[in-house]
């Protein structure tokens, strides 16, 4: 996927409610900066233009592994890498069928997880919708569960809070290191960058969500 069609099928689509909130979030909490424009002066197309500098300098400041600048798919799977790290453990197992106990239990949690984690490799448009709305409402239901295995989960949108999950994934710490999981101090970092579109998905998200859907 391009950048840019990123940026037209998300900010350029968002009503003024959702388009509000996220600017105010973007531009206050620092993950984007503007010398001549207030937050209320900054436009879908001026925030269009913004995001769509920010993520080219994010390509330009980090490399693939072949050593050459990264292209946008690169920033969309670094991700979703990010999201499955900080999710999948806290996934419940499967109950494998035994000669004692013939019941297999495959945990609701695990279906929706091991059904988006398939299609991670699918980087088009619809592919990113489906994996962030699923992550995001296993995440709320692991941080609603105290950071513990979930058998279950909300899959309502109506549960998604973008400052529970943006504090939540702040705090993550990196295994048995302690070390926080994201580097947010450099600014063209891709974790850094990971939060913008988690940001961005999040408004999207509820931007398309229907009520009262489950």
Not at 49 to 67: I, M, P, S, W
Not at 79 to 95: G, L, Q
Not at 158 to 173: A, G, P, V, W
Not at 180 to 209: A, P, Q
């Amino acid at each position: 996927m391009e950048c840019k069609e990123f940026i037209e099928n998300t900010i350029l689509k968002l009503e003024n409610k959702w388009f509000d909130e996220l600017k105010k979030l973007l531009i206050e909490k620092k993950y984007l900066s503007f010398s001549f424009f207030s937050v209320e002066s900054v436009s879908r197309e001026v925030m269009a233009e913004k995001l769509c500098d920010y993520f080219e300098k994010v390509q330009r400041h980090n490399t693939n592994a072949f050593g050459k600048p990264m292209d946008f798919d690169g920033l969309l799977e670094k991700y979703i890498s990010n999201w499955d790290v900080v999710v999948r453990e806290k996934i419940a197992k499967e109950k494998k069928p035994t000669k004692k106990d013939p019941i297999h239990i495959i945990p609701r949690s695990r279906k929706y997880y091991q059904n988006i984690a398939e299609k991670k490799d699918d980087l088009s448009f619809q592919n990113i919708i489906d994996f962030s709305r699923v992550m995001m409402c296993l995440y709320v239901s692991i941080i609603k569960n105290e950071g513990n295995v979930i058998n279950d989960f909300d899959y309502s949108t109506d549960c998604l809070n973008i400052t529970q999950i943006i504090n939540s994934l702040r705090k993550e710490q990196n295994g048995l290191v302690k070390n926080l999981r994201f580097n947010l101090k450099d600014r063209y970092d891709t974790d850094r960058c990971t939060f913008i579109i988690i940001i961005i998905m999040f408004y999207h998200i509820k931007n398309n969500e229907i009520v009262g859907e489950y």
